[in-house]
């Protein structure tokens, strides 16, 4: 079984800022990483996701995550934020492809964060 | 290129009625899951198939069923619409056992009075 925690329910940050959004997971096994973004009233929609090779992943919209095997976690980084970063963002983990969970998706219970001008 | 479609997308329901949400994806894809998403817990999985006339639980499966009569459809029930039930449904699908990611819908926002 997998868990997810994400660290900070709410992160603001001013246009323009560097941000951070944390997440560590715990598995028993090899693991996909992903990070979603949810917009106001919308679904999910794929940020970035780290399968294998690279531990510095680059995704849409600028934002980059590093996977960190030793202390079991994927941040999200953006260099400067813009306004239009507002919504929510989720961590997520699947068991690799092949395994019984037949990519079952197990969230964090996601960070809101919030750009001001 | 509609991708995941989930119908309807907003219902409020009286205790102790029932009702259908709808998913439908048009990429052939093998795999679909029925997630709901509540304030401060993420999304969690409710049931998912692996295939056309299969369904599994998963973690929240209680007061809901599911069908996948077709493989384009995955149909969600609920016989008996409980306050605890409200929440806001994901749909999602995925094209089969390979590490491609999942593909969300927009998300029916159900209302139970």
């Known amino acids: 079984a997998q868990s997810v925690t994400q660290l900070d329910s709410q992160v603001p940050v001013f246009e323009e800022a560097p941000v951070e959004l944390r997440c560590n997971y715990s598995s028993s096994v090899s693991v996909y990483l992903f990070w979603y973004v949810q917009y106001p009233n919308q679904g999910l929609q794929l940020l970035l996701k780290y399968l294998s090779g690279s531990t510095l992943v680059k995704g849409i919209n600028g934002f980059e995550a590093e996977f960190n095997k030793s202390q079991t976690s994927f941040h999200l980084r953006k260099p400067s934020v813009h306004i239009s970063d507002t919504a929510e963002y989720f961590c997520?983990?699947?068991?690799?492809?092949?395994?019984?969970?037949?990519?079952?998706?197990?969230f964090g219970q996601g960070t809101i964060l919030t750009v001001h001008p | 290129n509609a991708g995941v479609t989930q119908t309807p997308k907003f219902r409020v329901l009286k205790t102790g009625q029932s009702m259908t949400l709808l998913c439908a994806q048009d990429m052939n894809h093998e795999y679909m899951y029925w997630y709901r998403q509540d304030p401060g817990m993420g999304l969690r999985l409710i049931h998912y198939s692996v295939g056309e006339g299969t369904t599994a639980k998963g973690e929240v499966p209680d007061g809901y069923n599911v069908s996948r009569l077709k493989k384009q459809n995955f149909l969600l029930g609920l016989e008996s619409a409980a306050p605890s039930q409200t929440s806001v449904y994901f749909c999602a699908s995925r094209r089969d056992k390979s590490n491609q990611p999942q593909h969300f819908g927009d998300g029916t926002r159900l209302s139970i009075l």
């Open positions: 997520a983990v699947s068991e690799l492809a092949g395994g019984t969970s037949y990519g079952k998706l197990t």
